[in-house]
Every structure is written in structure tokens, then in C-alpha cells.
């Protein structure tokens, strides 16, 4: 059995308000064995291994609710483009030449990018779902990848049929860190046919689906004038929203379509820094939490944002909001860290073993180092994260009870050949 204990170590759990004062965490095997007052931890026995948070502050991994993860290869290829002209002209056609070896590649560049930024969580949607799938077990990351399904890309049945052996295989395969999910694109690029066979197959299989929702004012209006109703009321009528659904971006919503996110418990992955730099608008998020609506946080691809740092999208989250409604107290720094972690965990359908640090979970945890002048004095931890930290504060990353980064250096990854990989696929495809 392995034994890992954080010591002397300020504790954000995630459940209650508050930090609890020199504390410690226990893992045994992976799953947290003990969380709270130091004092009440027993003497360690023999051969634990142990790591010091003197001047840390540990917190849940955070959650990236939604990303196109090898996107890392596109980062800056076509900026300041609206959504549209930016699929169609740029991102499509580029990625019509990826391998798996890109995807591969990719993926790991992003990983490497999301546990320095202490993410130790993704849900992902592209292309060669397995190449990402096999990148993130390699590297020890829990991820929950799926393939997108288009309905304008080849045997649109049997993608779906492929999809639908990909997730099953992968709920053996991933090791307790990698669960597939089903992912047609969105709406507007999957028909009504292709949507309802998804939502068939999640039902009698009982698979998650992980889909682009409501993101744009265009697409609302020609699924307005395509169906007469929104595009959340138009998934709901085909049946898609009956089991679990992981929904990006979320921004133009009725008061309808927000009762009906809410009842079905769609997870919402809001991606405020891609929903602004796309100029897609501002998702009504005061309102999705006063309705009870499950509400977690995305970066999207490094292609629109242009990072994987959730820590950013966390301070977004709590800033913009405030502007759109001229309420200082909209989204406040308990709102927004809850979103990073156990909102993003409740959004992907895995908040029984992530996403708080509780006795039985998995110890996913980071230790921030909060001692330098820009987070000092030390007021409330909660805040100080939110407002002042930068990812860079991410001192240690734990993965399952195991140490993927310790004091800024990776335990056993090889970043610089990653780096490498990466960049000689992505200059490869740009010609």
C-alpha cells in the first residue's frame, strides 16, 4: 500500500467555507484517508512518504470543465476571428490534416500546461480521441476525452458506432483515470438524427455526452428559425438532456432554457476568456447559480483563448460578471474557486470521487504557495487565490495520490522532449 501525508499545511477543502489551520492529508492508495487538524492524525507508521507544506495552501485540483486539448498545436494561428469564419476558414480545413501522432502530441503539451496550472482534471472533445485518451494516461492526468462527432465528416453511423466502442473500451482501459464520453459537436453541426441515436446509445449504455450548447446569438436564431424553438429547448425535445450532459459555454439562454438546464442538471462548463476573445457574449451565470444550475469552468482550446490556465478563468468568472450587472457581490471568491473545482467535478458527473477533499475521494490536491509579495498579507485564502495568485504560485500537483509536479519540477515527465514533440508537429502542419 502506498501511504502519502501532506503536513503542516493550511487546508481549503471545499466543503465548508474557511481554511483550516495547520492540517494535514492522508492518501492511502490513492484515495484520501484522512483530511482536517493535525493533531488528530495518528503517528505515521514506517516507509510513508512525506511532503512539507510549510507556507502552502492546499486546495482540490482544479477542474477544466471543457477543452479541445491538442488545439495547443493552433495556439495564435488565427486570432481575433469571429466563431464562424473561424471554424470554416481556419480550423477545419487545418485540422483535416491531423495525425495521430499530432493529437497525441498535443494533448501531452497540453497536460504538461494544465498541471503547472494546477489542473488536474479535463474534459476534452477532438479529433483521435484516443491518441488524447492514451496522452493524458501516460502522463497520469484524469481526464473524461471524447471524439467529436460531425454530421458533414464522413460515415456519420459509423463514427457514432466507433464513438460508441471508444467510450466502452476506455471504461476498462482507463485505469480509474480516463472515462470516455460521447461528444457530437454541437446542434447546429449534428441533425436531429445523429443527435437522437447519441442520446439512444448514452441511455442504453449509460454514457455521459459532452456537447457545445448555446454559444453563440447565431446560432440561436437559426435554431430559432429552423425549429421555433432554442437550441437547449430543441436538445431537450430530442431526449438529449435525459441522462448526463457536460454543456459548453451556455451564453444566450431564455429564462426558459435555464429552468430546463437546471431541472435535467446539465453541468455547465462556463469559458469566460474563449467566450470574450470570440466575442460570443457573456454567459448569464448570476442567474444559472440562483436557479440551482450545476456550473463548473472551461478554458476551451488553447486555439481561442489562448491558454489552459483555469486559475484565469477563475478570476474572469468573479470579474466580468460583476461588470455585466453592476453588483460587486455577483460571483464572489467562494463562488468562483467552488466553479474550479467541485462545480467542474459536479458539470463532468464525477463529484463522488473529485472535486472536494474529503475522507474516500481521491486525493487530487495542489499546495499553492501563497508567500510571495503579491499575495501578501494574507487576509482570506479564498480571496487571495482568486484575485491575486497566478498559476506560477502552483507549487505541488497530486494526481490520485501521486505527486506529478513537486516544487515546480515534474516527478516523472520529460517536458522539454513534449515541448519538442509538439512543436514539430504543429510547424509540420502549417507547412
Known sequence: MSVLRIDNVD???GVDRGIVRNAALEARDGAISFVGPAAALPPAE?????????????????????????MTLFRGYADDMPLKPWLEEKIWPIEMKLQPEDVYWGSALGVVEMIRAGVTCFNDMYHYPEQGAQAALDLGMRALPSGVLLGFIGDVKGNLQRAIEFTLEWQTRGQGLVTAMLGPHAPYTCPDDLLA?????????????????SETE???????????VTPVRHLSDLGVLEG???AAHCVHLTDEDIAILTEKQVGVAHCPGSNMKLASGFAP????????????????????????DLLEETRLAALIHKGRTGDPTTVNA???????????????GIADHVGTL??????????????????????????????????????????????????????????????????????RLMG
Open 11 to 13: 487546508v481549503w477543502t
Open 46 to 70: 514506517p516507509g510513508v512518504e512525506h511532503l512539507d507544506g510549510e507556507g502552502m495552501l492546499m486546495l482540490p485540483g482544479f477542474v477544466n470543465a471543457h477543452t479541445h486539448l491538442a
Open 197 to 213: 441515436d447519441v442520446a439512444a446509445a448514452a441511455q442504453e449504455h449509460g454514457l455521459s455526452i459532452h456537447i457545445h450548447l
Open 218 to 228: 447565431h446560432e440561436v436564431q437559426e435554431s430559432l428559425a429552423a425549429h421555433g
Open 244 to 246: 448526463h450532459v457536460a
Open 285 to 308: 451565470v448570476p442567474e444559472l447559480l440562483a436557479s440551482g444550475a450545476i456550473v463548473g469552468l472551461g478554458t476551451d482550446g488553447a486555439a481561442s483563448n489562448n491558454n489552459l
Open 334 to 348: 467562494d463562488q468562483a474557486l467552488r466553479m474550479a473545482t467541485s462545480g467542474g467535478a459536479k458539470a463532468l
Open 358 to 427: 474529503e475522507v474516500g475521494k481521491r486525493a487530487d490536491c495542489i499546495l499553492m504557495d501563497l508567500c510571495g509579495a503579491h499575495t501578501q498579507p494574507l487576509f482570506d485564502g479564498e480571496s487571495q487565490v482568486v484575485y491575486a495568485a497566478h498559476s506560477s504560485n502552483v507549487d505541488t500537483v497530486i494526481i490520485d495520490g501521486q505527486a506529478k509536479l513537486r516544487h515546480h519540477e515534474f516527478v516523472d515527465v520529460d517536458e522539454a522532449q513534449i515541448i519538442a514533440k509538439a512543436s514539430a508537429c504543429a510547424h
